[in-house]
């Protein structure tokens, strides 16, 4: 079996906040893929957690009256336990106020200053705590009340204060070079030239260092100066497989990473700044960046200010956690920013989940149930359409995964529920009711196909819903150790004779109360 290694990470959340649904979405999508790729055979490192330095956590601390490490230890939490309330399967965790993370990102720096791309001068210029980022004058725009504002609508500050600078505006020929030779660099398409054109424009040399406050991590030999919080925070990546000790088995297995997923908002952090900072350093590249889109709610982007912030665990307290998670990756197309509303919801969990698949596996199991004895029928010889039914199980995985490859996970879903499709079909069909009295052996082997094929489907959906997937899989008396893909196919068939416990639904239906007062 192989066990190709396979290094994921989700970005690391500003602990200025509580946790909402667009933080669930990115961990969320990482989660699926991680537990992808472990049933398909990968040994994971599946990476997430908090980013913790920084302006904008030093005033989110302040104004809560609190000493910031007080503050990040409380509010990393809400994101630990926002890993757990999930199912998130994260092999790590990671804070940057962690020593052995203050010692990568201090490592990295001696690393590219060791090979001359850093030096002092004094930075003046806009900057945006909101989103920890230097501006250009030519980027900003005047709000009606004359105030400048980042392209992201965040306000902005002057700054001047001394500050070590990377010499960025080098790295623009190495950059265009490194796109062009690995065209599935930045995904999606869009974003891919989005940074090939920013970077063909031209780069500006970056201020990598502050003086005017403290909340960070300290300049090697210069600790007037604090790091700029993202080059403290994208060394995350390294910190947790054991940079700077290369000898650490970790690093030698997992670096570089397979995939850095991230919020289209801080591509240019990752597909920019981090392979610059990275080959400043000699230091091996990511695989890939894959940038998604914004979930917004019913066409609003989320804020508080809007007040229309929705809490994860509040769809998951209403709708149940494995809907949600089915829900928030098949209804939007990853990539795409994408509306979440009640009535798509119920309809999701209604009719995909309720009616396809829960119908399918509920109908099946209770009439092998009621005329089979409660054991896995015989089946006599297949005909056409049970192959075709068999087939198509066995290999949509091959569709699934090359789709999840391109962190298209709504047309990775969208193939197996085809499959559902199918096997709906047959059902309506072959009327397996009609044959009992008629022709009862040719009954059985069409409950052993459906049989066979809700065995593929229960595998195939642990990475969405492990949960309903294991409920599934229970039912079918598989054994905990036979649900990789590896038992896809007729090698590990269902074997006839086998006792099946007692049916039961696995997805209820989603009953509108409020409608029906
Ligand atoms: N701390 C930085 C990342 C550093 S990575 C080295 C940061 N943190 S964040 O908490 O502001 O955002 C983290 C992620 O959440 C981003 O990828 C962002 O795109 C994502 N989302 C925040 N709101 C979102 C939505 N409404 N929808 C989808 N994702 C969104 O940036």
Redesign the pocket.
Known sequence: MATAPYYL??????V??RP????A??TLACDVLARFKRLDGHDVHFLTG??EHGQKVEKSAQAAGKDPQVFTDEVSQNFRKLAEDMNYSNDDFIRTTEDRHTRAAQAIWQAIDANGHIYLDSYSGWYSVR??AFYGESELTEDEDGRKRAPSGSEVEWVEEPSYFFNLSKWQEPLLEFYAANPDFIGPDTRCNEVVSFVAGGLKDLSISRTSFKWGIPVPNDPDHIMY??LD??T??LTAVGYPDEENPDYSKFWPADL???????VR??AVY?PAFLMAAGLPLPKRIY???????KGE??SKSLGNVVLPEDLVGKYGLDPVRYYLLREVPFGN?GYISHETMVSRINSDLANDIGNLAQRSLSMIAKNCGGAIPNSGAFSDDDKALLDAAHNVVVDVRSEFDQQAFHRGLEAIWKVVGDANRYVDAQAPWALRKTDPDRMATVLYVLAETIRHLGILIQPIMPEAAAHMLDQMAIAPDSRSFAHLGPDHALVAGTALPKPEPVFPRYVDEDAAE
């Open positions: 990470t989700t970005p690391i959340y500003y200025n906040d909402h649904i667009g933080h979405y990115t908090t980013d989103d920890e919080v993202w925070a994208l995350n990546y850095h997923m991230v919020g289209k908002d801080i952090f990752h981090w940038a998604h889109g914004w979930l917004l709610n982007k989320m920013d």
